[in-house]
């Protein structure tokens, strides 16, 4: 195996850990959980540092995720760990890929959710807990359903209170407990 392809496996690896460690295992995200028992999360790593590079990938994976049976491929998770490392050309980049998501007329069918390791809320400090809902090893956007979305939203009727209960856990895990989860990116090993 080359080096590039052990490099993607560990990226997969973090998110994986990220994901059944924070996401489910802080139940931050209740409708995670069944797409990740049934394999229905596909992982895209680009190691671009391009920009439009980044967005091609965008275009092809949102594509990708429109055409593919919902039962095998319900989401994707497409991380880009060598790019936007500066959470606001990250937050730039994320209007881009909407606008991809338009372009592709596939807005109100699909929708593109962020996740960064330095992600912040308007109106927070950098270190507030509550900011850690939205960060994950490297910078990932979620490309997911609008009918998975509706679904979900069916079986958990209070969907809205989603937000400020994983505030409460976080301000109760605090730091250090965040920490603890070890859900960051591993070093890059030559």
Not at 26 to 38: E, G, I, R, T
Not at 84 to 92: G, P, R, S
Not at 115 to 126: D, N
Request: aromatic share 8%.
């Amino acid at each position: 195996m080359n080096s590039l392809e052990t490099r993607r496996e560990q990226v997969v690896a973090d998110t994986r850990r990220w994901l059944e460690r924070a996401v489910i295992g802080l139940n931050l995200c209740p409708f995670a959980k069944s797409v990740h028992v049934k394999n229905q999360v596909h992982y895209v790593v680009d190691f671009s540092t391009d920009a439009q590079a980044l967005l091609a990938t965008v275009a092809t994976e949102l594509q990708a995720l429109a055409d593919a049976d919902p039962e095998l491929r319900d989401t994707t998770l497409l991380v880009m760990p060598n790019a936007l490392a500066d959470f606001l050309d990250f937050n730039d980049f994320c209007a881009l890929a909407d606008e991809v998501l338009e372009s592709l007329e596939l807005d109100g069918i699909l929708q593109v959710a962020s996740f960064h390791p330095l992600f912040q809320f308007a109106g927070t400090q950098a270190d507030d807990i509550s900011n850690c809902t939205n960060r994950g090893p490297y910078p990932t956007l979620h490309l997911l359903r609008e009918a998975s979305i509706d679904r979900a939203v069916a079986v958990f009727p209070e969907a809205e209170m989603i937000y400020e209960r994983n505030i409460e856990t976080l301000e109760k895990l605090g730091h250090d407990g965040w920490a603890a989860l070890n859900v960051g990116a591993s070093p890059e090993t030559p």
